[in-house]
């Protein structure tokens, strides 16, 4: 059974930064893709960043500019790089994996941006 488990969620001030990342567990296979939803309170899970096996990425227009995942040194990790965070994207922050043809959610990690 696939398992992702995230880590490094916190709290931050505006205009810092904070990096999370996900590994993946429970599987030979390498991942078709990754990457991070993030869910606010009353509001609907909405995709933040996706990362393809073959390198491509599709990132949401909020976080253009600010955040950068990337593959992590570990088969099947991807870390998320979020710079210059602003109060909006506070959030419980979800790793998402595609594993032939499955999808998996991590547990959830917060991120609190204080103004």
């Known amino acids: 059974q696939v398992q992702l488990v995230e880590s490094g969620g916190g709290l931050v001030q505006a205009g810092g930064s904070l990096r999370l990342s996900c590994a993946a567990s429970g599987t030979g296979f390498r991942f078709n893709s990754m990457g991070w939803y993030r869910q606010a309170p009353g509001n609907r899970r909405e995709l933040v960043v996706t990362f393809s096996s073959g390198g491509s990425t599709n990132y949401a227009d909020s976080v253009k500019g600010r955040f950068t995942i990337s593959r992590g040194n570990a088969k099947n990790t991807v870390n998320l790089q979020m710079n210059n965070l602003k109060p909006e994207d506070t959030a419980v922050y979800y790793c998402?994996?595609?594993?032939?043809?499955?999808?998996?959610w991590g547990q959830g990690t917060q991120v609190t941006v204080s103004s």
């Open positions: 998402n994996a595609d594993f032939l043809g499955s999808t998996y």
